[in-house]
């Protein structure tokens, strides 16, 4: 579990570097993944998270989460301080074995595609976003099926250059 954390920890920090000529927000994001962190190099979405699947009453079951996706609409001005967002991604779902559970899982790591569609309203002056977020999936791996929805309420912090 440590060598998938770091691993994931680095490919994230080394992609914060090779987009740093983007504009760069970064924040949390809570609901289905239970936890998310966000860094969003604009118009791209790169998150990694962990889903507590015995709190939502799934089994014993913990999962690591990682998506991308990149945004067709980013910020589309609705009203006022609302914005709409739409964008596609794909993200990876990887089973992490704790010592006192078993994999009650049909499978250790599931792939999938993922429609975000959101409702974004920017604060003081843009520097803080907050929105809500909903993601129909399509799991690719190990089989072709709808993947449900994923949920989201969160916030970003834009960073100075």
Do not use: W
């Not at 609705?78 to 704790?98: E, M, P």
């Amino acid at each position: 579990m440590k060598r998938i954390f770091f691993v994931s920890f680095f490919i994230l920090l080394s992609m914060m570097c090779a987009t740093s000529l983007f504009a760069l927000r970064v924040g949390l994001e809570f609901g289905n993944p239970t936890a998310v962190v966000i860094i969003r190099p604009e118009p791209f979405d790169i998150k990694i998270g962990y889903i507590f699947a015995d709190l939502m009453g799934t089994g014993n079951l913990n999962f690591l989460h990682i998506s991308a996706d990149y945004r067709i609409i980013n910020s589309m001005h609705l009203i006022d301080f609302l914005s709409l967002f739409f964008g596609v991604g794909a993200y990876a779902q990887i089973y992490i074995a704790s010592g006192d559970s078993t994999n009650e899982s049909d499978a250790d790591l599931y792939i999938g595609g993922r429609i975000p569609i959101g409702i974004q309203a920017f604060l003081l002056k843009g520097t803080l976003e907050v929105f809500l977020e909903v993601v129909p999936t399509v799991v690719f791996l190990p089989g072709i099926a709808f993947g449900g929805l994923q949920g989201f309420v969160g916030f970003t912090i834009k960073l100075p250059k």
